[in-house]
T-cell receptor, first 120, second 106 residues
Framework: GAVVSQHPSWVICKSGTSVKIECRSL??????MFWYRQFPKQSLMLMAT?????????EQGVEKDKFLINHASLTLSTLTVTSAHPEDSSFYIC????????????????FGAGSRLTVL | AQRVTQPEKLLSVFKGAPVELKCNYS??????LFWYVQYSRQRLQLLLR??SRESIKGFTADLNKGETSFHLKKPFAQEEDSAMYYC????????FGTGTRLTIIP
């Protein structure tokens, strides 16, 4: 089945530094990838939609200059948390959508295992 | 705007008893609805989707457009069903409900 790899699985950084998280679809091409943030014991909050070859679409309230998203190929999207602060500490999860029209059965998301970011 | 509501944050059920996790949605078009499950220390994974109308691990979910609901059901709960369950609506982007933590009591 479809597999999404997320790296790193956990990272600790100092306040003010930038951290990059990678999301790769291993055995399929993902036209669209999504980045979520999950706080402890809460649901996943969609941050942005990443489309291959075009700018990401950010959800309301998400700072695009803070969370840089790049989707340079059909198998890779990256999320860079710039000038990280302790309040950015969270669990970041990516998911990838395989190609296929809506309702075709191919419109299923596969999730990465997540990346836990701790900013000191 | 699309919205998904899961009214129960926590649900405890005895082993062997029936399970029903509630999900209601608001969406003006024809939705694609899913149930995702997250077992302890594992990644989120698809449990089932309404278009396939299949039963996975004994779970079923029927889309009721009149009631705008997509409740997840299982006739006899098993201990391994303990997990976090998320209902989700998909149109261009996947919108999750707040999730229900299901605990099966032995």
């Amino acid at each position: 089945g479809a597999v999404v790899s997320q790296h790193p699985s956990w990272v600790i950084c100092k306040s003010g530094t930038s951290v990059k998280i990678e999301c790769r679809s291993l055995d399929f091409q993902a036209t669209t990838m999504f980045w979520y943030r999950q706080f402890p014991k809460q649901s996943l909050m969609l941050m942005a939609t990443s489309n291959e070859g075009s700018k990401a679409t950010y959800e309301q309230g998400v700072e695009k200059d803070k969370f840089l998203i790049n989707h340079a190929s059909l198998t890779l999207s990256t999320l860079t948390v710039t000038s990280a602060h302790p309040e950015d500490s969270s669990f970041y999860i990516c998911s990838a959508r395989s190609q296929g029209p809506q309702g075709s059965g191919a419109n299923v998301l596969t999730f990465g295992a997540g990346s836990r970011l701790t900013v000191l | 705007a699309q919205r998904v509501t899961q009214p129960e944050k926590l649900l405890s059920v005895f082993k062997g008893a029936p399970v029903e996790l509630k999900c209601n949605y608001s969406y003006s078009g024809s939705p694609e609805l899913f149930w995702y499950v997250q077992y302890s220390r594992q990644r989120l994974q698809l449990l089932l989707r309404h278009i396939s109308r299949e039963s996975i691990k004994g779970f079923t979910a029927d889309l009721n457009k009149g009631e705008t609901s997509f409740h997840l059901k299982k006739p006899f709960a098993q201990e391994e069903d303990s997990a976090m369950y998320y209902c989700a609506l998909d149109f261009e982007k996947l919108t999750f409900g707040t999730g229900t933590r299901l605990t099966i009591i032995p």
